[in-house]
């Protein structure tokens, strides 16, 4: 039996669905699952956040997903946890490829889902992204620069895709273009602090661009629409 979490599912046919699949060991998966009868349907369990075990039948890359069961609970997200925990799926779905195995992403996946449940941190989405990105191996080196010496906490760098962090000197006219040696040594170390958010989130939307490409997110669409909505209610009539 394998186990995993269904990143998004959509109907295939009739009482079917194909869903894309985090499986522990495996990385994403593509595979359709029938629901069954109304009586022993799998429907409720087939979603978003809940663990699942199961089997993976066929040769092709869209296997038939088998004997499905709930190994446990889901995991409670709402508001904020639960756009994270979207933002996180789409963020998979898109970056991942089922010819890229991902093996290790699953375990941080899970725990992420867990710490977001017990306590929402923007961090937490900043780790899993940094997670991804080494995955993918398009991460630059956190330790050294391209000249080989340690990024330290009190200097300044310049992203450069192809090559890594490369110092700079920091003046007032650049430091939108830089990012501080103390937020790069504390992402490294998983230690961000709240004054580290900003800056973090404008880096790791630098380094998923390539991967993403122009398309917007449809999470992050959705998130800005719900605080929007929150900041500026309906006016009473």
């Known amino acids: 039996m394998e186990r995993g979490y269904v990143l998004h599912s959509r109907p295939f046919r009739e009482s079917s669905v194909l869903v894309n699949l985090l ?4 990385g994403r998966v593509d595979a359709v699952a029938r629901l069954g009868s109304s009586k022993n349907s799998i429907r409720s369990i087939v979603q978003p956040f809940q663990p699942l075990i ?10 038939n997903l ?16 639960l756009y994270s925990g979207l933002y996180l799926n789409e963020l998979l779905i898109r ?40 995955e993918l191996g ?57 004054e580290h958010a900003s800056e973090a989130k404008k880096l790791m939307r630098q380094l998923l661009a390539p991967t993403l490409g122009s398309k917007p997110l449809h999470s992050r669409s959705l998130f800005i629409k719900k605080a929007t909505a929150t900041f500026n209610p309906p006016a009473k009539s």
Request: proline share 4%; net charge negative.
């Open 54 to 63: 199961f089997q993976l039948q066929g040769k092709s890359d869209l296997k």
């Open 95 to 134: 970056c991942l490829t089922v010819q890229h195995s991902a093996e290790d992403l699953f375990f941080n996946y899970h725990q992420t889902l867990i710490a977001m449940a017990k306590e929402f941190n923007q961090s937490q989405l900043r780790y899993f992204e940094l997670a991804l990105l080494q």
């Open 138 to 194: 398009t991460m630059p080196s956190l330790e050294n620069d391209p000249s080989g010496a340690f990024i330290t906490g009190s200097g300044f760098y310049r992203l450069e895709i192809d090559h890594g962090f490369m110092p700079v000197i920091a003046t007032a006219y650049n430091q939108h273009k830089f990012f501080t040696g103390a937020m790069l040594v504390a992402l490294k170390e998983q230690s961000l602090l709240t």
């Open 66 to 81: 088998k004997q499905v069961e709930a190994a446990s609970p889901a995991v409670p997200l709402t508001g904020h946890c």
């Open 23 to 26: 499986v522990d060991g495996k």
